[in-house]
């Protein structure tokens, strides 16, 4: 027997001693861990089990390991004979180990140990987590956030951004479902103040807290070039006085017990010297070297480190800044979740990071955001993402395999990320193994999905706040044959064969589902093969009260909007607001006319009538009549479905449209009257703040669209009047007459179309709107392509491409399509729903019919492309979502 200790796997336990004999059955505690030695396969007696479970029992003990004993999961069944309990499987108690960093050190034992002799390989090793009520809890998640904008000495500009950067960053961090931390704030507060609450915050800590430090402030040199944090009784001339210096904080940090720590440094730098003093040549906050030193674990980001300095009358500069890009950046990711850069589920540090300098460079904000990790040893997460955790390319393949044994291994596969450490990605485990548990049409791979996850327990609604761990709970031993679980095998290709095992490792999660989609691929294609192009890759169904009239998509296609039939011609629709990916419902609330998603899909506006509602008969038809009242315009985040304003002043219904920039909500009244009366557009910021007033329209909006970078808007009212508005000024920059809605504008802003159904079109030039062409015979306007070089028309269900340059044919699409039309984002493929009905895919180059999606029972009424093109979202009146794969 090999002498593995300090070199198979060099585990790092305290040690206690034990017997290298079997002793009886052991006791569970808190801190163990179970390895589950069974055949692999049926050439393997139980005897060899036996040893080898000895040898590994040995040579852990050898290693370091504190307690080593045998374990048996209750009595064993009436009549069951000894060597039929080994070959079932031989369980090994680890004990006086921690659940999370010493799991994968056993797992990576078990796997050099298994390699380093072939005998070793005749045997399975499975490391089973322990019981749900003995996974220990994490360490409290903290945040203390300063800011500091106002300033005694008049030499230190004010800073408008510190506490709005505050505000926004204190409620997403603080948001249960996104960063769970405890938020603490600090506003305007004095040096000393600022110094006991800093040393507060890192005293008697444990090492799993994880902690967030935040300042937003003044960054100052002093004479020998150390920096020091600007506190509201700050003096420029007395800075080791009344500033808090870096090396402060740096030490508290050192000195505390926590091993996950963060720092945030969103400062202005332009007083980085103190006053009257000659700048150092080097114009750099040197902050690698302020904060480096002997702890753990400490990852510092810095929204700058120039330090751009101006002088004037031997003081600072007196100015004003606006809101930091920077937290913007920060805030912006989390929201939205778009900092989950690897779509685990999770966002750490290194990614949030990566998404705020990519938003701070595209910005042009003149910034260079920089990042330090001293002695990091793994991700610090910092939030769960609202966007669900995408499985692994491979484990979807295999999971939409028509091949039993391809769908055998991904269960495998996704007991190993259930058992991860990587929260999204075992809630999307979860997900997915429940839904092959009670769905899957193999018996074996719903029996395999039962066993991985447990069959008495079921997620709960409520998504578990970060500072309670997923749960995991073996399951009793079944006569029932499972799948393997974590298994630690060297050199095992997926897909090469599949085996029925004795035991397994099941697990409970509790919490919400993550992915639930019906992953299932009908051509049945290996293990390492795409899917095919234009092959469904999932679907989602809702429980939507009574039938659906019509259903919205998110841009991003992460959310639904599910109207249902109003019960009369003058009612309201009935709507609910979905997570497509966790099928629960968001809000539920009513809908008289558009409503209108962010374009990052983090927001959602509605409105709804509040007059008097009645029914005439109109040529024998019902017709609802809709008298006195308003219409009111309310705005909902889609995460939490939480309502953020709530807008009056709309005569007949509301035009909503959000700017590109997910900051400006644009409402307009609707109602077309015989008299004009003035119905000026109002833009407001998401939360109802009324940010401006744009006069001059004497007759309801019926069309608005705002240019690509946000900076025009394009109205057009009933009677032809058209107006082209500058964002900034606030001012109309030209009026159109004769200028019929509907309104596109082509995506480089240079093309705006204009003209109402059945009748000529409008081409004209931005940014003055002057006529170009009047299109007469070519049929309706039905949109530009992604980048701008063509437009498309329908006539009689055919779609043309048109040059816009020469306005002569591109292509012509085959078939008859009903509009609109969807581009996917790199204009390569056009979606629409032909004709009969069903959703096709045609090359944009040729024209050519490349794929038809079939899979819905109602109508198609919303379809979109994910953000990196891979994925079409199809949904309908069957209150379902689909997805097709649809990568070039």
């Given at each position: 027997?090999?002498?593995?200790?300090?070199?198979?796997?060099?585990?790092?336990?305290?040690?206690?001693?034990?017997?290298?004999?079997?002793?009886?059955?052991?006791?569970?505690?808190?801190?163990?861990?179970?390895?589950?030695?069974?055949?692999?396969?049926?050439?393997?007696?139980?005897?060899?089990?036996?040893?080898?479970?000895?040898?590994?029992?040995?040579?852990?003990?050898?290693?370091?390991?504190?307690?080593?004993?045998?374990?048996?999961?209750?009595?064993?069944?009436?009549?069951?004979?000894?060597?039929?309990?080994?070959?079932?499987?031989?369980?090994?108690?680890?004990?006086?180990?921690?659940?999370?960093?010493?799991?994968?050190?056993?797992?990576?034992?078990?796997?050099?140990?298994?390699?380093?002799?072939?005998?070793?390989?005749?045997?399975?090793?499975?490391?089973?987590?322990?019981?749900?009520?003995?996974?220990?809890?994490?360490?409290?998640?903290?945040?203390?956030?300063?800011?500091?904008?106002?300033?005694?000495?008049?030499?230190?500009?004010?800073?408008?951004?510190?506490?709005?950067?505050?505000?926004?960053?204190?409620?997403?961090?603080?948001?249960?479902?996104?960063?769970?931390?405890?938020?603490?704030?600090?506003?305007?507060?004095?040096?000393?103040?600022?110094?006991?609450?800093?040393?507060?915050?890192?005293?008697?800590?444990?090492?799993?807290?994880?902690?967030?430090?935040?300042?937003?402030?003044?960054?100052?040199?002093?004479?020998?070039?150390?920096?020091?944090?600007?506190?509201?009784?700050?003096?420029?001339?007395?800075?080791?006085?009344?500033?808090?210096?870096?090396?402060?904080?740096?030490?508290?940090?050192?000195?505390?017990?926590?091993?996950?720590?963060?720092?945030?440094?969103?400062?202005?730098?332009?007083?980085?010297?103190?006053?009257?003093?000659?700048?150092?040549?080097?114009?750099?906050?040197?902050?690698?070297?302020?904060?480096?030193?002997?702890?753990?674990?400490?990852?510092?980001?810095?929204?700058?480190?120039?330090?751009?300095?101006?002088?004037?009358?031997?003081?600072?500069?007196?100015?004003?800044?606006?809101?930091?890009?920077?937290?913007?950046?920060?805030?912006?990711?989390?929201?939205?979740?778009?900092?989950?850069?690897?779509?685990?589920?999770?966002?750490?540090?290194?990614?949030?990071?990566?998404?705020?300098?990519?938003?701070?460079?595209?910005?042009?904000?003149?910034?260079?955001?920089?990042?330090?990790?001293?002695?990091?040893?793994?991700?610090?997460?910092?939030?769960?993402?609202?966007?669900?955790?995408?499985?692994?390319?491979?484990?979807?393949?295999?999971?939409?395999?028509?091949?039993?044994?391809?769908?055998?291994?991904?269960?495998?596969?996704?007991?190993?990320?259930?058992?991860?450490?990587?929260?999204?990605?075992?809630?999307?485990?979860?997900?997915?193994?429940?839904?092959?548990?009670?769905?899957?049409?193999?018996?074996?791979?719903?029996?395999?999905?039962?066993?991985?996850?447990?069959?008495?327990?079921?997620?709960?609604?409520?998504?578990?706040?970060?500072?309670?761990?997923?749960?995991?709970?073996?399951?009793?031993?079944?006569?029932?044959?499972?799948?393997?679980?974590?298994?630690?095998?060297?050199?095992?290709?997926?897909?090469?064969?599949?085996?029925?095992?004795?035991?397994?490792?099941a697990m409970t999660l509790a919490g919400t589902?993550?992915?639930?989609?019906?992953?299932?691929?009908?051509?049945?294609?290996?293990?390492?093969?795409?899917?095919?192009?234009?092959?469904?890759?999932?679907?989602?169904?809702?429980?939507?009260?009574?039938?659906?009239?019509?259903?919205?998509?998110?841009?991003?296609?992460?959310?639904?909007?599910?109207?249902?039939?109003?019960?009369?011609?003058?009612?309201?629709?009935?709507?609910?607001?979905?997570?497509?990916?966790?099928?629960?419902?968001?809000?539920?609330?009513?809908?008289?006319?558009?409503?209108?998603?962010?374009?990052?899909?983090?927001?959602?506006?509605?409105?709804?009538?509040?007059?008097?509602?009645?029914?005439?008969?109109?040529?024998?038809?019902?017709?609802?009549?809709?008298?006195?009242?308003?219409?009111?315009?309310?705005?909902?985040?889609?995460?939490?479905?939480?309502?953020?304003?709530?807008?009056?002043?709309?005569?007949?219904?509301?035009?909503?449209?959000?700017?590109?920039?997910?900051?400006?909500?644009?409402?307009?009244?609707?109602?077309?009257?015989?008299?004009?009366?003035?119905?000026?557009?109002?833009?407001?910021?998401?939360?109802?703040?009324?940010?401006?007033?744009?006069?001059?329209?004497?007759?309801?909006?019926?069309?608005?669209?705002?240019?690509?970078?946000?900076?025009?808007?394009?109205?057009?009212?009933?009677?032809?009047?058209?107006?082209?508005?500058?964002?900034?000024?606030?001012?109309?920059?030209?009026?159109?007459?004769?200028?019929?809605?509907?309104?596109?504008?082509?995506?480089?802003?240079?093309?705006?179309?204009?003209?109402?159904?059945?009748?000529?079109?409008?081409?004209?030039?931005?940014?003055?709107?002057?006529?170009?062409?009047?299109?007469?015979?070519?049929?309706?306007?039905?949109?530009?392509?992604?980048?701008s070089s063509a437009y498309l028309t329908e006539?009689?269900?055919?779609?043309?491409?048109?040059?816009?340059?020469?306005?002569?044919?591109?292509?012509?699409?085959?078939?008859?399509?009903?509009?609109?039309?969807?581009?996917?984002?790199?204009?390569?493929?056009?979606?629409?729903?032909?004709?009969?009905?069903?959703?096709?895919?045609?090359?944009?180059?040729?024209?050519?019919?490349?794929?038809?999606?079939?899979?819905?029972?109602?109508?198609?009424?919303?379809?979109?492309?994910?953000?990196?093109g891979q994925t079409l979202f199809t949904t309908?009146?069957?209150?379902?979502?689909?997805?097709?794969?649809?990568?070039?």
């Amino acid at each position: 027997m090999a002498d593995v200790s300090g070199r198979a796997a060099g585990l790092k336990f305290d040690r206690s001693g034990g017997s290298h004999q079997w002793s009886g059955v052991a006791m569970r505690d808190e801190n163990s861990l179970s390895l589950r030695i069974t055949a692999a396969g049926a050439d393997v007696d139980a005897s060899e089990v036996e040893e080898l479970a000895l040898q590994l029992r040995q040579d852990l003990l050898a290693s370091g390991a504190p307690r080593v004993e045998r374990d048996t999961e209750g009595p064993a069944p009436a009549g069951t004979r000894s060597a039929e309990l080994i070959v079932a499987g031989i369980s090994l108690l680890v004990g006086g180990v921690s659940f999370g960093a010493d799991a994968a050190q056993l797992t990576d034992f078990v796997k050099r140990w298994r390699a380093e002799q072939p005998s070793r390989q005749r045997v399975d090793v499975a490391v089973v987590a322990p019981p749900a009520a003995a996974v220990p809890r994490s360490g409290r998640r903290s945040a203390l956030l300063v800011a500091n904008g106002a300033y005694l000495d008049r030499g230190l500009s004010r800073l408008r951004s510190p506490t709005v950067d505050v505000q926004a960053l204190a409620e997403v961090l603080g948001e249960p479902d996104i960063g769970g931390f405890e938020v603490e704030t600090l506003v305007d507060a004095d040096e000393a103040v600022v110094r006991r609450r800093v040393a507060a915050f890192f005293a008697d800590r444990a090492s799993d807290d994880v902690l967030l430090l935040h300042f937003s402030c003044h960054g100052l040199k002093d004479q020998r070039g150390r920096l020091h944090l600007a506190a509201a009784d700050t003096e420029l001339d007395s800075l080791a006085a009344t500033a808090l210096p870096a090396s402060f904080v740096s030490e508290r940090m050192n000195e505390s017990e926590s091993r996950s720590v963060l720092l945030i440094l969103d400062c202005c730098y332009s007083g980085a010297f103190a006053r009257d003093l000659s700048p150092r040549a080097d114009r750099t906050v040197h902050v690698a070297e302020e904060f480096q030193g002997g702890g753990t674990g400490r990852t510092v980001l810095t929204a700058s480190s120039a330090t751009e300095y101006s002088f004037e009358s031997g003081g600072l500069t007196s100015y004003e800044v606006s809101p930091s890009f920077f937290t913007e950046a920060l805030v912006n990711g989390l929201r939205t979740g778009e900092a989950d850069l690897d779509h685990d589920g999770d966002i750490a540090a290194d990614e949030l990071f990566e998404y705020a300098s990519r938003r701070v460079r595209d910005a042009q904000a003149g910034q260079v955001p920089r990042r330090w990790n001293f002695n990091v040893t793994g991700p610090l997460v910092v939030a769960r993402s609202v966007r669900p955790a995408l499985l692994p390319d491979e484990i979807r393949v295999d999971l939409g395999s028509g091949r039993t044994v391809l769908r055998l291994e991904a269960v495998k596969e996704l007991a190993k990320l259930l058992y991860g450490s990587r929260e999204g990605y075992r809630r999307a485990a979860h997900a997915a193994l429940l839904h092959l548990s009670d769905h899957d049409d193999s018996h074996e791979v719903r029996t395999a999905a039962q066993s991985a996850l447990g069959t008495t327990h079921r997620p709960t609604q409520a998504r578990p706040p970060l500072t309670t761990p997923l749960p995991a709970t073996p399951p009793p031993a079944t006569a029932q044959p499972p799948a393997r679980p974590v298994q630690a095998t060297p050199g095992r290709r997926r897909g090469v064969r599949s085996r029925v095992l004795a035991v397994g490792l099941a697990m409970t999660l509790a919490g919400t589902a993550g992915l639930v989609w019906q992953l299932r691929r009908p051509d049945g294609g290996p293990s390492n093969a795409k899917p095919v192009f234009g092959s469904s890759t999932g679907s989602q169904s809702f429980d939507h009260d009574g039938p659906v009239e019509t259903a919205n998509l998110s841009p991003d296609g992460h959310w639904l909007i599910a109207l249902s039939q109003a019960p009369s011609q003058s009612a309201t629709h009935p709507a609910r607001l979905w997570n497509v990916s966790t099928k629960k419902s968001v809000a539920t609330f009513d809908v008289d006319g558009e409503s209108a998603f962010s374009p990052d899909g983090t927001m959602v506006a509605t409105s709804v009538f509040t007059g008097q509602r009645d029914v005439a008969t109109v040529d024998n038809q019902p017709l609802g009549l809709l008298t006195g009242g308003d219409t009111l315009v309310e705005t909902r985040e889609t995460a939490t479905g939480r309502k953020l304003a709530t807008i009056s002043g709309h005569q007949g219904g509301a035009r909503v449209l959000f700017s590109p920039d997910n900051k400006t909500l644009a409402t307009a009244s609707t109602m077309a009257g015989d008299e004009d009366y003035d119905a000026p557009i109002r833009l407001w910021s998401p939360s109802g703040k009324l940010l401006a007033t744009l006069p001059g329209h004497r007759n309801g909006i019926q069309s608005m669209v705002f240019s690509a970078d946000g900076r025009t808007l394009v109205s057009s009212a009933a009677g032809g009047i058209t107006k082209i508005w500058d964002i900034a000024t606030r001012k109309s920059t030209a009026t159109l007459t004769k200028a019929w809605f509907p309104l596109w504008l082509s995506p480089d802003g240079k093309t705006l179309a204009n003209g109402p159904s059945g009748q000529a079109f409008q081409l004209r030039a931005m940014p003055l709107g002057k006529l170009t062409a009047t299109v007469k015979d070519d049929g309706e306007f039905a949109g530009f392509t992604p980048d701008s070089s063509a437009y498309l028309t329908e006539a009689d269900g055919r779609i043309r491409l048109w040059n816009r340059t020469f306005r002569d044919t591109r292509i012509t699409l085959s078939g008859r399509v009903r509009t609109p039309v969807v581009f996917s984002k790199d204009g390569r493929t056009v979606a629409a729903v032909s004709e009969e009905g069903t959703t096709k895919l045609w090359d944009a180059t040729t024209g050519e019919i490349v794929a038809t999606l079939t899979g819905h029972t109602g109508t198609v009424t919303d379809m979109t492309f994910s953000p990196d093109g891979q994925t079409l979202f199809t949904t309908g009146t069957d209150a379902t979502v689909r997805q097709w794969y649809v990568h070039n």
